[in-house]
């Protein structure tokens, strides 16, 4: 049995017994864990609030050799989304960070890259204006993860796009030129393709207090999710929430 302390952002909780929980985490240390908290319902002394989803927390668990599941001793709050008003957006806006996180990071696999932007983009997301912190977290997650195509050439002829309209199509892992695009293809703008370059040289506060309506990068948006729905093979249900929620 390991004694392990690291920071960590709390991604998911689910009802385990009576007072039980199980508990996704992001921990700094060792990557995604999965552990259990006994009595969490009624240990405000050891948890309190520490067990919200996107809480940034100090966790203290113990490693057992040979067991999937850790046990999580205590958890330290260190930043909380509850010191911020929850608005719906805000809600299902930190919900889609944890769904993807927790769709997309192994077991046990250190990413410090990964957990300094989630903490960048949670120090963003601070209000009801979602979309900018959104994109930008879903355009960096899918690059930070392997699964982000090129976005300046045609995946069928080669040819560059940058002087060129491009589209996407959900079943192709790449743009494409207008003579190659495929039925039912979507367009990415230029606007949008330079709105990425500008988001990998540039930090998500840089971009903090401009307007940015939901239009704004929508087909980026809707680019890299399809990319990760394609690599991982399932919907994310958070994506259509966002889409869907009329802010």
């Given at each position: 049995m390991t004694l392990m302390e690291s920071e960590a952002i709390v991604l998911r909780t689910y009802p385990?017994?009576?007072?039980?929980?199980?508990?996704?985490?992001?921990t700094r240390a060792e990557g995604k864990v999965r552990g259990v908290a006994r009595s969490a319902?009624?240990?405000?002394?050891?948890?309190?609030?520490?067990?919200?989803p996107m809480t940034y927390v100090r966790a203290?668990?113990?490693?057992?050799?040979?067991?999937e599941l850790a046990r999580l001793d205590a958890c330290e709050v260190l930043e909380s989304p509850l010191a911020n008003e929850v608005s719906y957006a805000r809600?299902?806006?930190?919900?889609?960070?944890?769904?993807?996180?927790?769709?997309?990071?192994p077991d046990h696999e250190a990413n410090d890259a990964i957990f300094r932007l989630t903490?960048?983009?949670?120090?963003?997301?601070?209000?009801?204006?979602?979309?900018?912190?959104?994109?930008?977290?879903?355009?960096?997650?899918?690059?930070?993860?392997?699964?982000?195509p090129?976005?300046?050439?045609?995946?069928?002829?080669?040819?560059?796009?940058?002087?060129?309209?491009?589209?996407?199509?959900a079943l192709a892992d790449g743009l494409m030129c207008p003579e190659d695009k495929r039925l039912a293809s979507s367009e990415i703008s230029s606007e949008s393709r330079a709105l990425a370059a500008l988001m990998f040289r540039a930090p998500v506060d840089s971009f903090a207090g401009e307007p940015w309506p939901k239009a704004q990068g929508a087909d980026l948006r809707k680019f890299v999710i399809q990319a990760l729905q394609r690599n991982i093979e399932k919907k994310l249900v958070t994506a259509g929430m966002l889409e869907k929620g009329g802010f």
């Open positions: 385990l017994r009576e007072a039980d929980l199980l508990v996704t985490l992001f319902k009624k240990s405000k002394r050891r948890f309190g609030g520490a067990l919200e203290f668990y113990d490693v057992r050799e040979r067991q809600a299902v806006a930190l919900a889609h960070l944890a769904e993807l996180l927790d769709e997309l990071l903490l960048s983009v949670l120090h963003a997301l601070t209000g009801s204006d979602v979309w900018m912190p959104v994109t930008y977290f879903d355009l960096w997650l899918t690059r930070l993860v392997g699964f982000l090129e976005l300046t050439g045609c995946i069928v002829c080669g040819r560059s796009l940058n002087d060129s309209r491009a589209y996407f199509h």
